[in-house]
Structure formats: C-alpha cells, structure tokens
C-alpha cells in the first residue's frame, strides 16, 4: 500500500486540476504499479543510482524510492493524457519542483511545450537541470533564454545562481549585476548580492546591498538576515538591533531572525532577552552546539546555575575536555550543594591544569568541610 503522502501531493493537485482523475481511481493503479517495482527491485539487490536518486542528496530509504517511481510512472500517463492551460501548467510545474519531482515536472513541460514561448520552455528546463545539479546544462539552457529575452532580469539571476553552484563566483556577481541594470527595481539583485558578499565576508557591501533591497520591498526575510548578521560581523550592534527593530515593526519572522535577536540581545548585554530569545530557537534546533554555547555562556553569567547544567552536560558531550564547561559544571555542583560531584570534577580540572585548586581553593576548602561533616554524621 502506497504510503499517504502521496494521495494527499495527488489530492492538492486534483483540487487545482478538476478534469484529472479522482483520488480513489488513482488509488489502485498506484499500488499495482508499486507491487510490480516491488518485484522488479527487491530491497537486497544492487541496483544503479536513479535519477531521483541524484536529484535528493538526502539518503532515501528503498521504500520511498519505489514509491516515489509509482507515483512519477502514473502522474506521467495523466499528464500526458489531459490537456493543461496555461494557469495549470504552471502550477503543477512550481508544485512538483517544490515536492522535488523534477522528472515528472521535465515530463509535464514537455507534453505541454506548445503552451510555453521558448523563452519558458527554456527558464522552466534550465529550473529542472539546476534542481538536478546538471549545472552546466542549466547554464546553457539560462544563456539560450535570454538570448530571447535579454530584458528579463529573473533570467540573469537564474543564471547567478548556476554560475554560484559551478564556484564561479566572479561570473555570479557580474548576473546578479547585470539583472539590477536591467530593472532597478528587481529587488532579487540586491538580495542576491548581498548574500553572495555576504558569503565572501565582504560585510560592507552586503548591508549596503542589503539597504538597497531594504528600500524596494520590506517585508523579505532574506533581506533582515542579511543585514542583521552583515553588521553583527561589522560588529556594528546598534545598526543589527535597529533591524531587528524593523523587522519587528514590519511583522516580518522567522527562527533564523530568533537566532539573530538573541545573538544581538547578548552583545549588548540584555541578557534575560537574550536567553529567551535564544531558548526559543534551541527549542527548533536542539542540537546547534554554538548557539547552546552562547546560551550556557548567558546562564552562566546571570548564575542561573540550576538551569546550566543540563546545557553543559551536552556541550560536554561534544567537547568532554573543555576546562570553561567543567569549570562551570563545577560551579554548578557547588552551587547546588552536590559535594562529591563538585570533587570530582575538580580532580578532572586539575588534570588538565593545575591553577583550578588555586583559583577556587576557598571552594574546595568548603566542600571538603562539607564532606567531612557528612561522613561524622553518617558514624
């Protein structure tokens, strides 16, 4: 039985393209075309990568694989059985290279090409080989579309963005360039360049870039986290919180923006808004050691050391020899009245230096009493 997600990918589809068939006459096609790769492929034998395969660098599991052929081998004899308008052409063709169908969208396009001028024949293919990573054919696809249309500043950034993924940097900006001199006002230049100077640490033109973008249209995310993170690297704080202040203002969000807010908060020295900014985002991103790191860094200065340890104890895991992380383990130990724990992580400490037993001789000096007066009460 073909797994739910892809009648409900079927269902969306169908709301929007009424003369395809129903779900349920859908159903039993789909799963007859699963047993028989099922047969074809087992799960034990070898078999060459797919196209799909090289298209998801994700590992996929041979289930999904299979299913995922099903489903491609039957929308293929729909889509080439019903004719689209221009409107539902492009929706299925932005729907299926979001679910990262690139096969089926290439099969859609080409059944459907006397509906496309050549210019969007050619954009929509150069879409597929980029998704594909057949970089160089997206290039020659992007090239032969604005050799139509030279005027279209989208084409300039296609072509950006596959110059990017084919490390040539130089070439991208000269695009990203090229599709601002074609429109002024195409607001995907500014950002696009901004994240590429971004990218090569060139924090100065990446806020300007990122102001300019600004002034075209307020309400991109890309564009906050450009600049918010561009002047936190210029260490400019004042200039980062004033766009989080615009972001704020304009109701733009994002988790990302969360990370930046806290980060900001922190170097500025709200460090209560800081840890709850911070904590907000560790609740997506549990595992993102430098973000935990600043948040244990923030307890540990508020002295919240209760609330430390846990945080410590994964930072730990990553690092166990790391002598700020058990130095403040053993803080927390102290602080909590865990005496034995407290002792024991300073013999750690003194493994690694010797200053430790100095620098906290009056705490150790405690805990010793402590602990001599548990073993007296336990006697």
């Not at 979001?98 to 050549?118: G, P, R, Y």
Request: proline fraction near 3%; aromatic fraction near 10%.
């Amino acid at each position: 039985m073909i797994s739910s997600k892809w009648i409900e990918l079927y269902q969306y589809i169908k709301e929007q393209i009424t003369p395809f068939p129903d779900p349920a006459d859908v159903l039993a096609p789909l799963n007859e075309r699963l047993l028989f790769l099922q047969v074809q492929f087992p799960r034990q034998q070898q078999r060459q990568q797919t196209s799909w395969e090289s298209e998801n660098p994700q590992e996929h599991s041979h289930a999904d694989w299979l299913e995922h052929e099903a489903f491609t081998l039957i929308m293929s004899d729909i889509v080439a059985t019903h004719r689209l308008n221009p409107a539902q052409l492009k929706f299925l063709f932005e729907t299926l290279m979001a679910a990262q169908m690139c096969q089926l969208a290439m099969v859609t396009i080409n059944n459907h090409k006397q509906l496309l001028s050549e210019e969007e024949f050619k954009t929509s293919c150069g879409l597929v080989y980029q998704q594909l990573g057949d970089y160089e054919m997206a290039k020659s696809m992007f090239e032969d579309a604005i050799a139509l249309n030279p005027h279209n500043p989208l084409l300039h950034c296609h072509l950006g963005f596959t110059y990017l993924y084919l490390g040539q940097s130089e070439m991208a900006e000269a695009s990203f360039k090229q599709s601002i001199a074609t429109d002024p006002d195409f607001i995907g230049g500014y950002q696009n360049l901004a994240g590429l100077y971004y990218q090569e640490g060139n924090f100065e033109l990446a806020a300007q870039l990122a102001e300019q973008a600004y002034s075209k249209d307020q309400s991109l995310v890309s564009t906050y986290i450009t600049a918010t993170s561009s002047y936190l690297a210029l260490e400019a704080n004042d200039q980062a919180d004033n766009w989080i202040t615009r972001a704020f203002e304009n109701q733009v969000s994002s988790i990302e923006l969360v990370r930046l807010a806290g980060i900001c908060a922190h170097q500025q020295g709200r460090l209560e808004e800081a840890l709850e900014a911070l904590s907000q985002y560790l609740s997506v991103y549990p595992n993102n050691f430098d973000v935990l790191n600043i948040r244990a860094h923030i307890k540990a200065e508020l002295k919240q050391f209760k609330q430390l340890e846990p945080d410590l104890r994964q930072l730990l895991s990553f690092e166990p020899h790391d002598e700020w992380g058990l130095e403040q383990l053993f803080l927390c130990y102290f602080h909590t009245e865990r005496w034995a724990e407290a002792q024991h992580i300073m013999v750690e400490l003194n493994k690694l230096s010797g200053h430790y037993k100095v620098t906290h001789r009056a705490l150790i000096n405690t805990i010793n009493k402590k602990l001599s007066l548990d073993i007296v009460e336990l006697n």
